[in-house]
């Protein structure tokens, strides 16, 4: 792993977060059951297909045109003991200059509810603490995305008082601050 980038694989207790690049991003937009294969997995509930395409999509040009984004994006997550894609997470983009990284999550609608978000959520904390190169991650939420605020609070967010101007009015903005490991 260079400096600056994060491992391919982060593993949680059931859990590989798996890297995905730009190719196999597309794959799944075109051919998401070869994209999974070539994850040695399957993908029962088809994500980052039909409507999430455009997040395969959004990705895949992001790491195109950003390269040093590499390991921070968007990952597979990939149930060990089944081999199945349960979900996909990971960064927006590199941390700032100040250290701020805004993180994101998703879970297959056959397997919501079973705590993988919140174990996938951790991981990524972790990996960004263990980079020292993160000191504040941000989480954005909608208004209705309850389970999601819950899950924010639950492992150690704060609702932001200083909402971002770009963000949409109704969103809401949590933060975590990254104490430096020892």
């Known amino acids: 792993m260079d400096s600056g980038s994060l491992p391919r694989v982060i593993a949680t207790q059931r859990f590989d977060l798996i890297w995905l690049?730009?190719?196999?991003?597309?794959?799944?937009?075109?051919s998401p059951n070869e994209a999974a294969r070539t994850l040695r997995a399957t993908n029962p509930d088809a994500l980052l297909t039909g409507d999430e395409r455009a997040i395969?999509?959004?990705f895949a040009e992001r790491l195109e045109r950003h390269p040093r984004n590499e390991t921070w994006t968007i990952r597979g997550v990939i149930e060990r003991e089944s081999s199945t894609i349960v979900g996909h997470a990971g960064f927006h983009f590199r941390p700032d200059e100040q250290g701020v990284i805004e993180i994101g999550y998703s879970t297959g609608a056959s397997r919501r509810r079973e705590g993988i978000a919140r174990e996938v959520v951790l991981g990524l904390l972790e990996a960004a603490r263990a980079s020292q190169l993160?000191?504040?991650v941000r989480g954005v939420t909608a208004p209705e995305n309850r389970a999601s605020q819950r899950l924010l609070e639950t492992v150690g967010f704060?609702?932001?008082?200083?909402?971002?101007?770009?963000l949409v009015e109704q969103?809401?903005?949590?933060?975590?601050?990254?104490?430096?490991?020892n």
């Open 171 to 181: 969103e809401k903005l949590y933060l975590f601050n990254i104490e430096p490991s």
């Open 21 to 30: 690049d730009a190719r196999t991003l597309r794959k799944f937009a075109s």
């Open 56 to 58: 395969a999509e959004l």
């Open 158 to 166: 704060t609702v932001s008082k200083n909402q971002e101007t770009h």
């Open 134 to 136: 993160v000191t504040v």
